[in-house]
């Protein structure tokens, strides 16, 4: 039963990438194409490529002034072109130069201009604006799976980690049980939907508790096609006018499968719900007589049908998942037992190894091999700290410091052996 709620979080993780302008990644992939260069073509391309050699690619954008920065941007996207069009031949099996493609196609567009003459098509080259840039475009040669993200005002260019942890009110113990590492613009309900077909099969999960970013209709669609209770701090979307009544203040009946049955309004009509018009439509007719005694018949949604004496509310599926959403939430908020809070300490555990969220090395499988690996060691920490509470409430208050004296040292012990066996 400990394993049926479930919290869950994520953070952002730095890969081990410096942090280059738009400029400097440029003139970084120039440099390294020009070290993937045969030496009969280095001396080809010597003239293109010895304003760029001339140093690191930190001292050539040291020197241009910002003013001159689209000028630098043109002439290198220029000599990308007639890169990535004349090595193809020889070198595109390379991955720099798999990488100079895609940095190219990335950063510019080329233009075609057919109104210069009648017969002949004529072609421009510009660098894309600061917005035409995507979020998933390369941040490093060293790392082409890391991507970028602006979080609360903060650029972070690397990972996201998402951390699912038990939390069961009556148990003293809380094991996370999944670490996702994806790029960092991916979406939190995305990987929630991603984690969920494997929670029910090994942990039989029948609630789980979010933040507001991990709604979506396909989170509804696996909550309710294996019943489990998604309880969000909020609620991820635009929210309902104060003026008004929504979907929330309507009570909702389902059958096992999460579909709606009945629904009784505010003002107490109990009706059935069925099919609307159209597909995926559904839709609840009150009795317009009771309706016209209801105190809340101007904020109401329902609408007055014009050939029968009828009032009429039409919504999808989706829309009752999300009230529904709302109304445990809202319960939540008024029960104040916040069980999702302690997650984000949880989280910070994982990642307080690393200073500054910044682990020590690249790329997608690595960077979660190690957030997997400091998980399972915070797993540990926590059985250990359960043993060692267990162990003293046996031996009574007056033998604990001895008690927790002894275990650490076998817990010392175990872990030197550990190591000398590693190393061995």
């Keep these: ?48 490529f010895a304003p760029y050699t001339q140093g690191s690619s930190g001292q050539y954008t040291y020197r241009v002034k910002v003013s001159e920065t689209g000028e630098h941007l043109h002439r290198i996207g220029e000599l990308m072109a007639k890169l990535v069009r004349e090595l193809s031949t ?11 493609r895609r940095v190219f196609e990335e950063h510019f567009v080329v233009e075609c201009d057919s109104a210069a003459s009648p017969t002949a098509e004529q072609t421009s080259l510009r660098s894309k604006e600061g917005e035409e840039l995507s979020a998933s475009s390369l941040q490093s040669p060293d790392d082409p799976e890391a991507t970028y993200r602006q979080k609360h005002g903060q650029d972070h260019k690397g990972y996201v980690t998402n951390v699912t942890e ?76 104060r003026d008004k009544l929504g979907l929330e203040d309507f009570t909702w009946e389902t059958n096992a499968d999460g579909k709606p049955q009945m629904v009784t309004c505010p003002h107490g009509q109990h009706v ?14 009150f009795q317009a007589p009771d309706c016209e005694s209801c105190p809340w018949v101007e904020q109401c949604p329902t609408k007055r049908l014009k050939r029968k004496f009828k009032q009429v509310l039409r919504f999808s599926q989706h829309q009752v998942d999300l009230a529904l959403r709302r109304q445990r939430s809202a319960r939540a908020r008024a029960s104040g037992q916040d069980l999702r809070a302690a997650v984000e300490a949880t989280v910070r555990s994982v990642k307080h190894p690393f200073g500054n969220g910044k682990v020590p090395v690249r790329g997608k499988s690595r960077v979660s091999m190690l ?4 998980a399972a060691m915070y797993n540990v920490r926590q059985i250990h700290r359960h043993q060692i509470r267990h162990k003293t409430a046996d031996i009574g208050q007056k033998d604990s410091q001895k008690a927790v004296g002894y275990a650490f040292r076998q817990s010392f012990v175990s872990f030197l052996t550990s190591l000398y066996t590693h190393l061995q």
């Design 90 to 100: 020889n070198y595109a099996a390379e991955d720099t130069y798999q990488v100079l």
């Design 371 to 374: 957030l997997t690996g400091s």
């Design 1 to 48: 039963d400990v394993y049926k709620r479930q919290r869950v979080d994520s953070t952002q993780i730095a890969s081990n990438i410096r942090t280059m302008s738009r400029l400097q990644l440029l003139v970084e992939v120039l440099q390294r194409v020009h070290r993937m260069l045969k030496e009969i073509d280095q001396k080809r391309y010597a003239e293109e």
């Design 166 to 241: 038990t939390c069961a009110p009556e148990s003293d113990l809380q094991l996370i049980v999944k670490v996702q590492t994806e790029p960092n613009n991916t979406d939190d309900a995305a990987m929630l939907a991603e984690a969920l077909p494997d929670l029910i099969e090994r942990t039989d999960v029948n609630q789980v508790y979010t933040d507001g970013a991990y709604n979506s209709p396909a989170v509804d669609d696996i909550m309710r096609e294996h019943q489990i209770e998604q309880i969000q701090t909020a609620i991820r979307g635009r929210k309902p006018p």
């Design 272 to 285: 059935p719900v069925t099919p609307g018009r159209k597909a995926h439509r559904l839709c609840a007719t």
